[in-house]
Every structure is written in C-alpha cells, then in structure tokens.
C-alpha cells in the first residue's frame, strides 16, 4: 500500500467519524434552515382572460451588485416588462439585503418579481428565502409550494414553476432531502392548466449550453417540463442561447426549425440567460455549432449584456407570443415568435407518475475492486475510480423494477472521499445477467470475466470533485437507462433480482465505499414508468375460444414530423413505451376458467 492511499485511508476514517459521526441522518440539511413555505389562498390567476395584451415578462438569469446590473434592471423597467423571472445567481456577494434594495431602487418595493435558487444562493439561503416570501405576500402573488425551491405561481395568466432542481439536490452537492421536483412539475400544471406555462431552474445540462458547464440537472426536469408544453428559462453559464422547437431533449431531437417555436404536449424550447450583470464568458469546445441551437451569442461573438423581453398575448392573439434579446447598448441579438398551442383544460392529458427506487451498496463485499493483476479485494472504506486501470464492481440486490418497463431517468451517486480536480473520463457498463451473483473476495479476474452489456455510458470530464466538512458532497453520473433497460429486459430478470455495475475508466476519482459508512456508500436511483397489469374481461360463455394474445411487438410510435409541419393542429400524445411481449397465460386461464364454468352450468340444468 503506498504512502498515498494510506494517508487516504487515514483521512476517511478521521474525517468520517470526527465530521458526521456515527448513526447520521443520511441526508442532512445543514444551516439553511428549515423551508419557507407559502399558500396565501389567493385565487389562482390561471384564466386567460385576464392576460394583458402584450403582457410583458422579462426573463434574466446571473445578475450581480453595482453598476451594470443596475442598468439590465432599468432596460426591463424601459422595456415596461410587467414582471421578472429570475433564474438563480442574484448577487454574488451572499447579500440578500443588499439584492433587495437594488431591486427595490429601481422596480420598487411591490414590483411582481418572482425568483428561483441558484448555487450562489446557497451560503445565505435562509436570508434570500425571507426576502422573496416577504416580496409574495406584498403583491398578494397566487403562489404554492417551498419559496424558491418548489414553488408554482398562477399570475395574469402565466403559470411558472420556480425550481431548485440541480441546485438544491442536484448531482453535485446534496444541499437536503430529495424534493421530489420532476413530480412537483407535472402536479403544478395537471393543478394550473393554462396557455402559457415556464419552468425555470437555474442549472443546466452540458450539451443544453455552449460555455463549460457540466451535467447537473438531469435530462429528465427537461423532459418534464417539454412534456407539459413548458417554455424552459435557465441560467449558469454567462452566454445566451436558444434551442428550436424541441421533441426531445435528452436525445436532442428537433421537431422543427421553422418559426414560430411550438409549445404543445411534448413540444418545448431551452434558454440559458446568464447575461444579468455579473460577467460574461466566450464559447466552449464549440458547443455553440450543435444543430439544435437557433441562437448563441457570447464573448465570442460580442455579445453583451441584457435581458429576455417576451410579450405573451401578442397583438391580442391569446396563442401568440413575441420575444427579443435585448442588450444595455441597445442592440436586438435575438427576436423570434412563439406558437401556444396548449389549453386550458389539458385536453384529457395526465402525466404519467413514475415509481422511483434507490437502493443502496448494503455491504463491504458488494462494492469491490480488480485490480491490473486481477486480485479482487472487498472491504474498501474508499473506491478508486478511473484510476490505474482498476474496475470498480457494485452490486445492488433487490432492485424492483418491473420487467420490460420504461426507464425515465437513472443514475449512480457516489459521495466524494478526496477533493481531486484531474481529468477524468469513466465508462460505466452493466453487468449482462438475469440476476447477478455475489462477488468473490480475494479472488483473481472473478470481475473483469463476468458478461458485459453492449450498453455503455461515458461520463466525460467529470466535474471537479470537492470534499466539505459540512455537507456531503454527492456526485451523479450521466443517466444510464440504457444499461438498466438492456438487463431489465431479458427475459429472466425478475422484480428484485440483484443489478451489478462496473465503473472503468481514466484519471482519479476517489469514492466512500460501504466500509467508510452506509449513509455514503454508492447509490443506484432508477425512475421509471409502471406497467399496468393487463386487464382481461372475464368470459362464462363464450362463443368460441377466446383470441391469443398478439405475438408480434406494438407499432412503433411514429417519428417527429416533418419540419414543414410547425403547427400540429392536434395534440402530441404522449410517448409511452410497452413491454416487448406480454404473457400469455392470461388467455390459457380465460381458457380454463370458461370451461370450468360452462360445465357447471350444465351440470346445474340437469337439476332445473
């Protein structure tokens, strides 16, 4: 054991048992209080007729203290945006206080502005939570819910969630419980159904901006919200960008891009504004030229600071709004139309509410590393992943998922055991088995010789991993559904039958295993959709045996429509996925059971 690890090993026992100490809660919430939440009984103003014409909203994301975000707040104000969207990063300087009178200098002290959490809210949440609740209950707002973390707001017509997602319990840093935000989403709009509907959250997804954030949302708050025919408002990264019409975001699939954009069940668009006043930044790994983007501006391209002015009930179409990116030196970098073709009634549409199951690593020998000589060892209180060349194997019992089902979204969680900010690149693969067997300890290549999914997943340039004495610094992977769906749909995987991953890779990631402490231990989180058991109509007399079950799998949902179609003049259903073959002993026990009634009712005529 070299002078390295030891000192690892050393540091993850002292810190473990000095820091959170024995019998922790397994998710603490540390000094952010407990939440703020409001439910003023005010009607909800979900109505469209009572949406100004050209009711003006300004949308921003990263704003700041002092002279230049000063001058995005005046341009709103000269803009006569009737209210704000604030997307996370208000001050930088920790400073409620001092956000609240520069926004009370120039808007005032009731002006209607509404604002989401953002990571630079976190050290002084509990001040920041105070001044947007006292700003609700001054304009009177018809909100519900947790106050910048999970909160819905019915105003004028508009329907805008204002969500932590990412930030709060995001996949870098687990700031509290779980808050359930994809269900709070798809509740909030089932609750205000209404024509125009935001979801803003302050993070973002890597291939969902063009600067040099990572992964720390999930595609599955995009989704969501695309789901429901949401406008999606972000911030984070310092540039501006806009995607076309989307079909889906996890796979970046375009519906169209022709104008207007098209908001309908399963149809949305992204933009990240980080262009408030608090710094602007160039484009990365040109991210900017992915084919999505309608719009992207930059350092790069000179940009400048601004906001995002959208006037909803444009020129009275009630279905029609116009948005402008505009600058403080007054230039347009950006203007286009939007096409609603939601309602107010949901049209019958419910969101589907998926199960969600986390299971945890339960004991030293089911988290286990080969190394390069191929010696398997158990019992390590610290995973080394990605590094040199040695595989990490998890293995996770009971996982109950049903067979065939639809994977929404699925991670690994690890909580860090050493700050390290070197290059990594891992490749995550499943274990390709109906059941996987407990591992072998202190034996030789007993990891690396077991059967592999052809499903891979690379989590490239894993984010900087940081280690804090006051919160446990918990870090996702990219979403393996396609690995969980490949092992759940073999055909003798079986609800509760046991899951084993194995992490490869390049670089240096260090990762608390069982033996560190179970609250820490790696975590598998899976969401997926149930399947409804088949419902078969009981038959006594039947007039000819009844139909087999179809042998052949379902049709295959039709793809996007053609870009020449932008405005669906139906509903986009939503996409549900079915399971390959459905069993066929229901028809053999119909069977059964329709000949076991018809005897006896024979057998009772004969007594009539």
């Not at 990412?166 to 687990?174: A, I, L, R, W, Y």
């Not at 190394?371 to 019992?379: H, M």
């Not at 030789?444 to 004495?469: A, N, Q, Y």
């Not at 560190?516 to 975590?523: E, F, M, R």
Request: hydrophobic share 40%.
């Amino acid at each position: 054991m070299n002078l390295f690890f030891l000192s690892l090993v050393i540091f993850t026992f002292f810190s473990k048992n000095a820091v959170f100490g024995m019998g922790m809660n397994c998710r603490p919430d540390p000094s952010l209080g407990a939440p703020i939440f409001i439910n003023n009984s005010v009607t909800p103003q979900m109505s469209s007729s009572l949406m100004p014409v050209n009711f003006t909203v300004a949308l921003i994301g990263d704003s700041g203290l002092g002279v230049v975000p000063q001058q995005v707040l005046s341009l709103i104000k000269a803009e006569n945006a009737e209210i704000v969207i604030h997307s996370g990063d208000f001050d930088y300087q920790s400073n409620p206080t001092a956000w609240e009178n520069q926004i009370n200098s120039i808007l005032g002290a009731d002006y209607p502005y509404f604002a989401s959490m953002g990571n630079h809210e976190v050290a002084a949440w509990p001040g920041y939570r105070q001044v947007l609740y006292d700003r609700l209950n001054r304009i009177n707002a018809a909100c519900n819910g947790e106050v910048g973390v999970n909160l819905v707001c019915a105003y004028k017509g508009l329907v805008f969630v204002l969500s932590g997602v990412g930030t709060m319990d995001g996949p870098n840093h687990s700031y509290g419980p779980p808050r359930g935000y994809e269900t709070f989403f798809k509740n909030s709009f089932i609750s205000y159904p209404t024509i125009w509907r935001i979801c803003s959250y302050h993070k973002n997804q890597r291939l969902l901006q063009v600067g040099s954030k990572y992964d720390e949302v999930g595609y599955y708050a995009y989704d969501t919200c695309r789901e429901a025919g949401a406008i999606i408002a972000t911030g984070h990264e310092h540039s501006y960008s806009r995607t076309f019409t989307m079909a889906s975001f996890s796979t970046q699939r375009i519906y169209s891009t022709s104008s207007p954009l098209v908001l309908d069940y399963g149809l949305s668009y992204a933009f990240v504004h980080g262009i408030a006043g608090a710094s602007l930044r160039p484009f990365q790994a040109s991210l900017e030229t992915n084919p999505w983007w309608a719009s992207a501006w930059s350092t790069t391209n000179d940009i400048n600071y601004g906001a995002l002015i959208c006037k909803f009930n444009w020129k009275g179409n009630i279905h029609g709004a116009y948005c402008y990116l505009k600058t403080i030196d007054d230039r347009i970098l950006d203007e286009f139309e939007v096409l609603s073709n939601m309602d107010e009634n949901n049209r019958g549409y419910t969101y589907p509410n998926p199960a969600v199951i986390e299971v945890q690593v339960n004991s030293g020998d089911s988290d286990v590393m080969e190394n390069l000589e191929g010696f398997v060892s158990c019992s390590n209180p610290t995973l080394e992943l990605a590094t040199n060349g040695s595989i990490v194997a998890l293995r996770f019992t009971s996982v109950q998922i049903p067979r065939g089902a639809r994977i929404r979204r699925s991670f690994l969680e690890f909580t860090s055991a050493l700050a390290l900010s070197t290059r990594t690149d891992i490749i995550i693969t499943g274990e390709d088995s109906d059941d996987s067997d407990p591992f072998i300890c202190d034996s030789l290549f007993t990891i690396s010789g077991r059967p592999k999914t052809s499903e891979t997943v690379l989590w490239s340039s894993v984010t900087p991993w940081d280690v804090r004495t006051t919160i446990r610094d918990v870090y996702r992977s990219p979403d393996i559904n396609e690995i969980i769906e490949e092992i759940s749909s073999r055909p003798g995987w079986r609800p509760g039958n046991a899951m084993t991953f194995f992490v490869t890779g390049v670089g240096r990631r260090f990762a608390y295993g069982y033996e560190a402490g179970k609250c820490d231990a790696p975590s598998l989180v899976v969401e997926f959709e149930p399947i409804p058991p088949p419902s078969v109509a009981p038959t006594l007399l039947p007039s000819a045996p009844p139909a087999q079950l179809p042998s052949t799998p379902p049709a295959q949902l039709p793809s996007a429509p053609p870009a020449s179609s932008i405005i669906p003049t139906t509903s986009v259903a939503p996409t549900t996925n079915l399971p390959t073959a459905l069993p066929t002993i229901l028809s053999d026990g119909n069977t059964i059971l329709a000949s076991i009634s018809l005897i006896c009712l024979l057998l009772l005529l004969q007594f009539v």
